[in-house]
């Protein structure tokens, strides 16, 4: 099974920007998307930004629409989320997905992955 590994979250100041990773094994068949996605304690887990690795074809949720962008490496087997114009509201804990398909909002359609341990990011004012 997939096991994302997320990495690159801590602490920033509103307006500074910060870059995210997640590493994964080698992409079967099955699956052809990864996404990223955020949870805040009590609320339900969202998807933000998905990519097609194979086609670098993405979706942004309208929530980080023009602050934040999905990127891949595939010679690294790397999805990147670059986060700019950070806002206390994005403080969260960021997870990475990967199964098939994307949706318009930003999500993997179906996870076929496992869910890794998460990156923290903090935004202060």
């Known amino acids: 099974q997939v096991q994302p590994v997320e990495s690159g979250g801590g602490s920033a100041q509103a307006g500074e920007s910060l870059k995210l990773s997640c590493g994964h094994s080698?992409?079967?068949?099955?699956?052809?998307?990864v996404a990223w996605y955020r949870q805040v304690p009590g609320e339900e887990r969202l998807g933000i930004a998905c990519?097609?690795?194979?086609?670098?074809?993405?979706y942004v949720a309208d929530s980080v629409k023009g602050r934040f962008t999905i990127s891949r490496d595939n010679a690294r087997n790397t999805v990147y989320l670059q986060m700019s114009s950070l806002n206390p509201e994005d403080t969260a804990m960021y997870y990475c997905?990967?199964?098939?398909?994307?949706?318009?909002?930003?999500?993997?359609?179906?996870?076929?992955?496992?869910w890794g341990q998460g990156t923290q990011v903090n935004v202060s004012s």
């Open positions: 080698e992409l079967p068949s099955s699956i052809n998307s």
């Open positions: 990519i097609y690795p194979a086609t670098g074809r993405s």
């Open positions: 997905a990967a199964g098939r398909g994307c949706t318009t909002s930003g999500s993997v359609f179906t996870v076929l992955s496992s």
